[in-house]
């Protein structure tokens, strides 16, 4: 099958795609995001592999830049990881972790560029053009998988899990850890379960379109 029959099929799909769903109905757009909670305490109920499993096969569809797909992720789940974990997370965050059945490593990996022959044959060259180019490649290491981690939160939603997003660690310690020895660097945290409601916070004000946005 040539080029030209593979890019017509994908348009039919797209446009398969499009007139089966236009929009996301309100219950879909409460649930992923107007009623969705970051959530610091967690039941005790377990999170299966295969959820885990299922979470990252949704997520990797979201879009990257030439399909670089940077994102890697460590799910840290036993008790032995988590105490490897806790002293890298300020004081206020490791029991949000620990009462999390699973607190995802969401990490970018700085040598993504070694995939792209596979996840980007269009360019032959895209390899090489990170490869040669260690700034760039570090950008689009982070942006591409901060974008996957995104995709990542609303997926677990999705799949109704509940998730608590962290920031307050020190991503030296957690590389050191979890991620020695490979080109894999830690982005954020962000802790998977079934949440308790009864531990969350108020929710926060957000800005409105004309304080943050211009159309021109």
Same mark, same amino acid.
């Given at each position: 099958?040539?080029?030209?029959?593979?890019?017509?099929?994908?348009?039919?799909?797209?446009?398969?795609?499009?007139?089966?769903?236009?929009?996301? #109905? !309100?219950?879909?757009?409460?649930?992923?995001?107007?009623?969705?909670?970051?959530? $610091?305490?967690?039941?005790?109920?377990?999170?299966?592999?295969?959820?885990?499993?299922?979470? $990252? #096969?949704?997520?990797?569809?979201?879009?990257?830049?030439?399909?670089?797909? @940077?994102?890697?992720?460590?799910?840290?789940?036993?008790?032995?990881?988590?105490?490897?974990?806790?002293?890298?997370?300020?004081? !206020?965050?490791?029991?949000?972790?620990?009462?999390?059945?699973?607190?995802?490593?969401?990490?970018?990996?700085?040598?993504?560029?070694?995939?792209? !022959?596979?996840?980007? !044959?269009?360019?032959?060259?895209?390899?090489?053009?990170?490869?040669?180019?260690?700034?760039?490649?570090?950008?689009?290491?982070?942006?591409?998988?901060?974008?996957?981690?995104? $995709?990542?939160?609303?997926?677990?939603?999705?799949?109704?899990?509940?998730?608590?997003?962290?920031?307050?660690?020190?991503?030296?310690?957690?590389?050191?850890?979890?991620?020695?020895?490979?080109?894999?660097?830690?982005?954020?945290?962000?802790?998977?379960? $079934?949440?308790?409601?009864?531990?969350?916070?108020?929710?926060? @004000?957000?800005?409105?379109?004309?304080?943050?946005?211009?159309?021109?």
């Amino acid at each position: 099958m040539d080029t030209d029959t593979l890019d017509a099929n994908a348009r039919a799909d797209v446009r398969e795609a499009r007139a089966r769903i236009t929009k996301a #109905d !309100p219950a879909t757009l409460d649930l992923l995001l107007r009623d969705a909670r970051t959530h $610091y305490g967690f039941s005790d109920k377990e999170v299966s592999d295969d959820v885990l499993k299922e979470l $990252y #096969d949704l997520t990797k569809w979201g879009p990257t830049s030439m399909n670089q797909q @940077p994102a890697r992720f460590v799910f840290v789940r036993s008790a032995e990881a988590k105490e490897r974990l806790r002293p890298a997370l300020m004081e !206020p965050n490791q029991g949000k972790m620990m009462s999390a059945p699973v607190t995802a490593i969401v990490a970018f990996d700085t040598a993504f560029f070694e995939k792209l !022959p596979v996840l980007f !044959p269009p360019n032959p060259k895209a390899r090489d053009m990170f490869a040669d180019n260690a700034e760039m490649a570090a950008g689009n290491a982070f942006r591409n998988g901060s974008m996957q981690g995104a $995709y990542f939160l609303i997926a677990a939603r999705a799949l109704g899990l509940d998730a608590g997003p962290m920031s307050g660690f020190n991503p030296a310690a957690v590389d050191e850890a979890f991620l020695a020895g490979t080109t894999w660097k830690s982005n954020f945290l962000c802790n998977l379960g $079934y949440g308790d409601e009864e531990k969350l916070f108020r929710r926060l @004000p957000r800005l409105d379109f004309d304080e943050v946005a211009r159309i021109v």
